[in-house]
């Protein structure tokens, strides 16, 4: 009897509540009605629960609830439409989904259900199910692959430019600025003119019919008769792979060499079978020895043509300072290094001023130079997530750049702490075969409609890719862009070219500078940014400002903004040479 009797009083509060809540909804703005529309269901589902009690009037309030509910979810929608440019509709989202709706919200279905539903078909149009259907013109060529694949130091990217150079027309893609830099020097230098395209420069050279280009200017429209792309097995890597598996699968060329590791010919003979091209096979071996440096590792005991291979930037200037204190020059390399920088250092090791040469992994990809030994001051690095033990790839990646042929009869490779084991077991091991390509999503993207770009773009990163031999690319540094900009309300094809942009978005100062620029563009209207100001002397401080000026020539590319390339370059080889007068005094 208790409980029929507080079920009835439970009833009647929501009955007297029901003319409440509707007074109180139609004073109220639609962007204010979420909580409104949470109570609603909430009594929704309490009303549920005295379904059976025989309470009078019970369909009545159950359906006053229902149509409050409807009211308010409609109102919502308007608001949703108006504030994304939508025009979603009431009834084909709650449409066989009424259950959804009343218990978790129109909003709920909506993104959950009814736009994956609805855009299915538009992502399966512009991103099929096999990625190599994204490039239609490169499937109508018959096209043959030749791989250069082998250890490092074997001339596999000399064989492969030989042949660029005997064509009428091609394109060099390299994984560095610097090696773009070094080949288009190296083709005109030789007598075949070439244009040179990077993020941060280009230069056009009269009558030339070859580029030397870094992977991700590729030009997917171009029609080469020679290609060669470098470094490949960069194509597994989840935030710069997607330029490679572009190469390879939408080259429009009937030649394409293919230079790198060993371990990605299963996954290249995989893509290139499903295109329906051909192939061939040149297997790279060491022809100076390499040898493991059985020798206890002493500070006091360098040697000329000793590479120290350090995993941080702080570590390798450390041990640069450490040596010029003792009158040792020395000549070092890492990643945030300006090209220019890196060419002066290579210059002082290459001329024999400095002795010795101290370096992180970036010695992996780049100039050959004359090293003798190469002594691991470190086996574990920092990848961007976990610290781990070095790969045998990276092992050999970086070992191998030891005796450089011409020069050396063998080269060594030793490791700092003694441990020669861990060293040979690596160099002996086969390496784990690249499994997957990396894709990323085009700027057809922003054909897709019912979304803004960020979601859609999550939504992309979540669908599986039907063939195993592909994987999506890591899109958080995107997300961080599109997060960044959201309150700017760009169209989406510019939020799309923004979020392209090469630069590191984990540096505060840069993304600060960065939104700087979409202020100053987009908002004022000016039709122009203003170019970076240096903040300070330090080594940092002018690494940061060279990436600030690198960033204002490719905003300023991207949007065809005028600036003067001629102060780009002059600047940044201004900092480049103050950034070496640095290194040289630390």
Same mark, same amino acid.
């Given at each position: 009897?208790?409980?029929?009797?507080?079920?009835?009083?439970?009833?009647?509060?929501?009955?007297?509540?029901?003319?409440?809540?509707?007074?109180?909804?139609?004073?109220?703005?639609?962007?204010?009605?979420?909580?409104?529309?949470?109570?609603?269901?909430?009594?929704?589902?309490?009303?549920?629960?005295?379904?059976?009690?025989?309470?009078?009037?019970?369909?009545?309030?159950?359906?006053?609830?229902?149509?409050?509910?409807?009211?308010?979810?409609?109102?919502?929608?308007?608001?949703?439409?108006?504030?994304?440019?939508?025009?979603?509709?009431?009834?084909?989202?709650?449409?066989?989904?009424?259950?959804?709706?009343?218990?978790?919200?129109?909003?709920?279905?909506?993104?959950?259900?009814?736009?994956?539903?609805?855009?299915?078909?538009?992502?399966?149009?512009?991103?099929?199910?096999?990625?190599?259907?994204?490039?239609?013109?490169?499937?109508?060529?018959?096209?043959?692959?030749?791989?250069?694949?082998?250890?490092?130091?074997?001339?596999?990217?000399?064989?492969?430019?030989?042949?660029?150079?005997?064509?009428?027309?091609?394109?060099?893609?390299?994984?560095?600025?610097?090696?773009?830099?070094?080949?288009?020097?190296?083709?005109?230098?030789?007598?075949?003119?070439?244009?040179?395209?990077?993020?941060?420069?280009?230069?056009?050279?009269?009558?030339?019919?070859?580029?030397?280009?870094?992977?991700?200017?590729?030009?997917?429209?171009?029609?080469?008769?020679?290609?060669?792309?470098?470094?490949?097995?960069?194509?597994?890597?989840?935030?710069?792979?997607?330029?490679?598996?572009?190469?390879?699968?939408?080259?429009?060329?009937?030649?394409?060499?293919?230079?790198?590791?060993?371990?990605?010919?299963?996954?290249?003979?995989? =893509? @290139?079978?499903?295109?329906?091209?051909?192939? *061939?096979?040149?297997?790279? $071996?060491?022809? %100076?020895?390499? +040898? !493991?440096?059985?020798?206890?590792?002493?500070?006091?005991?360098?040697?000329?043509?000793?590479?120290?291979?350090?995993?941080?930037?702080?570590?390798?200037?450390?041990?640069?300072?450490?040596?010029?204190?003792?009158?040792?020059?020395?000549?070092?390399?890492?990643?945030?290094?300006?090209?220019?920088?890196?060419?002066?250092?290579?210059?002082?090791?290459?001329?024999?001023?400095?002795?010795?040469?101290?370096?992180?992994?970036?010695?992996?990809?780049?100039?050959?130079?004359?090293?003798?030994? =190469? @002594?691991?001051?470190?086996?574990?690095?920092? *990848?961007?997530?976990?610290? $781990?033990?070095? %790969?045998?790839? +990276? !092992?050999?990646?970086?070992?191998?750049?030891?005796?450089?042929?011409?020069?050396?009869?063998?080269?060594?490779?030793?490791?700092?702490?003694?441990?020669?084991?861990?060293?040979?077991?690596?160099?002996?091991?086969?390496?784990?075969?690249?499994?997957?390509?990396?894709?990323?999503?085009?700027?057809?993207?922003?054909?897709?409609?019912?979304?803004?770009?960020?979601?859609?773009?999550?939504?992309?990163?979540?669908?599986?890719?039907?063939?195993?031999?592909?994987?999506?690319?890591?899109?958080?540094?995107?997300?961080?862009?599109?997060?960044?900009?959201?309150?700017?309300?760009?169209?989406?094809?510019?939020?799309?070219?923004?979020?392209?942009?090469?630069?590191?978005?984990?540096?505060?100062?840069?993304?600060?500078?960065?939104?700087?620029?979409?202020?100053?563009?987009?908002?004022?209207?000016?039709?122009?940014?203003?170019?970076?100001?240096?903040?300070?002397?330090?080594?940092?401080?002018?690494?940061?400002?060279?990436?600030?000026?690198?960033?204002?020539?490719?905003?300023?590319?991207?949007?065809?903004?005028?600036?003067?390339?001629?102060?780009?370059?002059?600047?940044?080889?201004?900092?480049?040479?103050?950034?070496?007068?640095?290194?040289?005094?630390?």
């Amino acid at each position: 009897m208790k409980k029929a009797q507080r079920a009835i009083r439970d009833f009647e509060i929501l009955a007297h509540q029901l003319k409440q809540i509707e007074a109180i909804v139609k004073s109220t703005r639609d962007s204010n009605l979420w909580n409104h529309e949470a109570s609603v269901r909430k009594k929704l589902k309490a009303l549920k629960e005295l379904q059976y009690k025989d309470v009078r009037e019970y369909n009545t309030v159950y359906n006053g609830y229902l149509l409050l509910l409807d009211e308010i979810s409609r109102r919502l929608l308007n608001h949703y439409n108006k504030k994304n440019k939508t025009d979603y509709n009431f009834d084909e989202i709650v449409s066989g989904n009424k259950e959804a709706y009343r218990s978790s919200g129109l909003l709920s279905v909506l993104m959950t259900v009814h736009i994956p539903h609805m855009i299915a078909g538009e992502f399966s149009k512009y991103f099929p199910e096999n990625p190599k259907d994204e490039y239609s013109k490169a499937r109508d060529l018959q096209r043959s692959f030749i791989l250069h694949l082998g250890e490092t130091n074997t001339g596999k990217t000399y064989n492969a430019l030989e042949r660029l150079k005997q064509a009428e027309s091609g394109v060099y893609l390299a994984p560095l600025r610097i090696l773009a830099l070094e080949n288009y020097e190296k083709l005109n230098k030789e007598g075949v003119p070439c244009n040179l395209i990077t993020g941060e420069e280009e230069i056009r050279v009269d009558n030339a019919r070859h580029v030397c280009s870094t992977v991700e200017k590729l030009d997917a429209n171009e029609i080469y008769d020679v290609a060669v792309i470098d470094e490949i097995q960069m194509i597994g890597n989840s935030q710069r792979g997607k330029a490679w598996t572009k190469a390879v699968l939408g080259l429009r060329c009937a030649e394409i060499h293919v230079c790198g590791a060993a371990n990605a010919k299963d996954l290249l003979l995989e =893509i @290139i079978n499903d295109c329906g091209d051909f192939y *061939d096979i040149i297997e790279y $071996r060491r022809q %100076t020895p390499l +040898e !493991v440096y059985e020798a206890p590792f002493s500070f006091g005991k360098i040697q000329n043509g000793d590479a120290l291979v350090a995993f941080s930037k702080k570590r390798v200037l450390e041990l640069s300072k450490y040596f010029l204190d003792r009158g040792v020059r020395n000549s070092v390399i890492y990643g945030d290094l300006p090209p220019e920088v890196r060419r002066m250092q290579y210059k002082t090791f290459l001329d024999g001023t400095s002795k010795l040469l101290i370096t992180t992994d970036a010695i992996g990809m780049g100039v050959n130079l004359p090293i003798r030994r =190469i @002594i691991f001051m470190d086996l574990q690095k920092f *990848d961007g997530d976990d610290i $781990r033990y070095l %790969t045998s790839q +990276e !092992v050999k990646q970086i070992g191998g750049r030891a005796g450089r042929k011409g020069i050396y009869e063998i080269g060594y490779v030793c490791s700092a702490d003694g441990d020669v084991n861990f060293i040979r077991d690596n160099l002996e091991t086969e390496d784990e075969p690249i499994t997957k390509a990396v894709i990323g999503p085009s700027e057809l993207i922003t054909n897709i409609t019912g979304l803004p770009l960020r979601e859609k773009l999550a939504l992309w990163s979540t669908r599986e890719e039907k063939l195993d031999y592909y994987r999506k690319m890591d899109v958080r540094d995107f997300l961080i862009i599109l997060d960044s900009i959201k309150h700017f309300k760009l169209p989406e094809a510019v939020e799309y070219k923004l979020m392209t942009l090469p630069f590191d978005v984990n540096d505060a100062e840069v993304m600060q500078c960065f939104l700087k620029f979409v202020e100053e563009y987009f908002r004022t209207n000016r039709g122009h940014i203003t170019p970076p100001e240096l903040a300070g002397g330090s080594l940092s401080e002018m690494e940061r400002y060279y990436q600030k000026i690198n960033l204002f020539y490719s905003f300023s590319r991207n949007f065809n903004i005028d600036f003067e390339p001629e102060w780009v370059y002059s600047e940044r080889m201004r900092v480049s040479k103050r950034i070496n007068g640095l290194l040289l005094r630390l």
